[in-house]
């Protein structure tokens, strides 16, 4: 099976890298470089070679220690086309529906997800019955969805929000690009008050919680935005709004400014 190592970038941007590996190859894919130090002690300790980088989107924070892991591992760098001039030391293109890796019979498999950036890619680990997990990048967070100040479009990230994550099973583990969970939250009880399940989470959320996408679809209020409680809350707030989607920019819009 693949194995999965989140390492977590004591920096204040809170970055998550992630080793993808398997035990039986030896082989291994860093997703979105920030320490590569840190991330070849880790290779060194799990005993597997890094053949390749995998970058969510363009972005310095994900991209930053591309040259250097390069340099020591001689692996590959893969991103978005539309990424190719921005990412450092980028060698190929992925695309919708690309398979970086099996390991028996499971894959680590490519979505084009665009939104926080035109050139946003997320992994799936994935079996022929289930998506296991899903590494999101900036695009989905806990308990909240990236921004698009840098390149992005709200519009395009409700597109990907509603008809891709939202259609994840609830079993799917959640690896995004940043640990959020404090901010998020508070936003999440600013927009969206009457969310009894978020109360009891929040008493046994564990430091670095890696969550389900079930969990996430009952605490991320950009998921809740049908409930009365955060529809509600907004006409509190005196927002308008008429539509599924016109609620969701109207949450990322309030983020924005909060
Ligand atoms: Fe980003």
Redesign the pocket.
């Known amino acids: 099976m693949i194995e999965i190592l989140p390492i977590f970038t004591n920096s204040p941007l809170r970055n998550y890298s992630y080793l993808v590996y398997s035990n039986r190859t030896g082989e291994a894919y860093c997703i979105d470089p920030f320490d590569p130090k840190q991330i070849l002690n880790h290779a060194q300790k799990l005993g597997v070679k890094i053949k390749g980088i995998l970058n969510t989107?363009e972005?310095g924070?994900?991209t930053q220690g591309n040259l250097e892991l390069k340099e020591e591992t001689k692996a590959i760098v893969y991103g978005h086309k539309d990424a190719k001039h921005k990412i450092p030391g980028m060698d190929q293109v992925l695309k919708e529906g690309d398979i970086v890796f099996s390991v028996e019979e499971e894959s680590l498999a490519v979505w084009d997800t665009p939104g926080?950036?035109f050139s946003h890619l997320s992994f799936v680990r994935k079996n022929p019955n289930t998506i296991l997990g899903i590494f999101s990048?900036?695009t989905l967070f806990n308990a909240g969805v990236?921004n698009c100040f840098?390149g992005g479009d709200p519009n395009v990230l409700y597109e990907t929000i509603s008809s891709r994550f939202e259609t994840l099973p609830d079993s799917c583990l959640l690896y995004p690009?940043h640990d959020y969970w404090d901010n998020n939250l508070k936003f999440a009880e600013h927009v969206d008050p009457e969310n009894d399940f978020r109360n009891l989470f929040k008493s046994s959320l564990k430091p670095f919680q890696i969550s389900e996408m079930g969990t996430e679809k009952n605490l991320n209020p950009f998921f809740r935005r049908n409930t009365n409680s955060v529809k509600d809350r907004l006409t509190e707030l005196k927002e308008t709004y008429s539509n599924d989607r016109s609620v969701f920019l109207t949450l990322r819009k309030l983020r924005d400014h909060w």
């Open positions: 989107h972005h924070d994900h926080h950036t990048g900036d990236g840098r690009g």
